[in-house]
């Protein structure tokens, strides 16, 4: 059943890790595929393994380890998951997003999400980092939506809005920081949309999506990120372009496969964390008293 979180459970989880550690965590983090080295950056650490959090799932995929990480980036008291939970491995919408809300009763303020994504926009290099804008929902599209059944208000609204999903000071901060890195030739600014997977795209589909405006592709994120606003977390998220979405059918278009995604990631994590810590560094100087 979709809702398998209820608020109850969900406090439970957070009470747990409260009772763990003094570290009050303003920020939350989804490390992507081949990115996990973002959250080795974080200080004063105290880990929790997924298997060691009563309640909490337990992630499948390679490339993905599982654990949530307490500490401190840039002084900054934060939270991050070394692996998340994906649609494909089984779990409904709400499931893979159930930790947001952990981070919410955590008492987080601010999710950033990465992952690693397929680039669509012909623009888009490999190795390259797209600021998501903004998402397209395709598989609430059908309905499926994190949200599904029951709505609990101690979480948020019954039907929350998705105008400016993505923190648009944010994103402006993330531009100035690229330039500052000067990486601004590597970053973009795009549409992000989250299929289901396991199974890559077709051709076909892969045009249609171009079609509709979308700029990458993947297979997580938008539900955390709905999940993250029905409950008022301001949102930060980037796109790691890892491979270039195949478009044509002549078979010079490479093909996706995971060891690529995963390389490519684990080769750019550098600057990934590097980015994420400079935007982080920002938030910082807004949060006096954090
Ligand atoms: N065409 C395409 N290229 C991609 N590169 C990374 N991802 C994100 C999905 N990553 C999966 C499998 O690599 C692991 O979660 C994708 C994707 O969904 N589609």
């Known amino acids: 059943e979709n809702n ?29 595929s081949g990115l996990n080295s973002i959250a080795d950056m974080i200080t004063d650490t105290k880990v929790f393994e997924y298997e060691d959090i009563p309640n909490f799932p337990v992630s499948t995929v390679e490339g993905h380890v599982g654990r949530m990480i307490f500490g401190y980036l840039e002084n900054m008291p934060v939270m991050a998951m070394q692996g998340r939970f994906h649609y494909y491995e089984g779990y409904p919408l709400a499931k893979c997003s159930m930790p947001v809300r952990v981070m919410k009763l955590v008492g987080v303020r601010y999710l950033m999400a990465t992952n690693a994504a397929g680039g669509l926009n012909s623009k888009f290099k490999v190795g390259d980092i797209m600021l998501v804008r903004d998402h397209i929902n395709i598989m609430g599209f059908a309905g ?25 000071h944010l994103i402006k901060i993330a531009k100035q920081v690229a330039k500052d890195m000067g990486i601004e030739n590597e970053i973009h600014e795009g549409v992000y949309t989250c299929l289901g997977g396991p199974n890559y795209e077709t051709v076909a589909e892969l045009r249609m999506l171009r079609t509709m405006g979308v700029d990458a ?21 980037f796109s790691l372009i890892t491979n270039k979405c195949a478009t044509g059918y002549d078979s010079s278009e490479d093909e996706a496969n995971h060891e690529e995604v995963v390389t490519v990631g684990r080769s750019r994590q550098a600057v990934c964390g590097e980015l994420l810590c400079r935007v982080i560094r920002e938030i910082a100087k807004e949060c006096p008293n954090k």
């Open 217 to 237: 592709v993947g297979m997580s994120t938008v539900h955390e990120v709905i999940t993250a606003r029905h409950c008022d977390l301001t949102v930060f998220a």
């Open 144 to 168: 499926n939506s994190p949200l599904q059944g029951p709505n609990d208000p101690r979480f948020g609204p019954r039907f929350p809005p998705m105008t400016n999903a993505y923190n648009a």
């Open 4 to 32: 398998t979180y209820s608020y109850e459970v969900i406090k439970d989880i957070a009470d747990y890790l409260l009772d763990r550690t003094t570290i009050r965590p303003l920020i939350g983090i989804i490390c992507g």
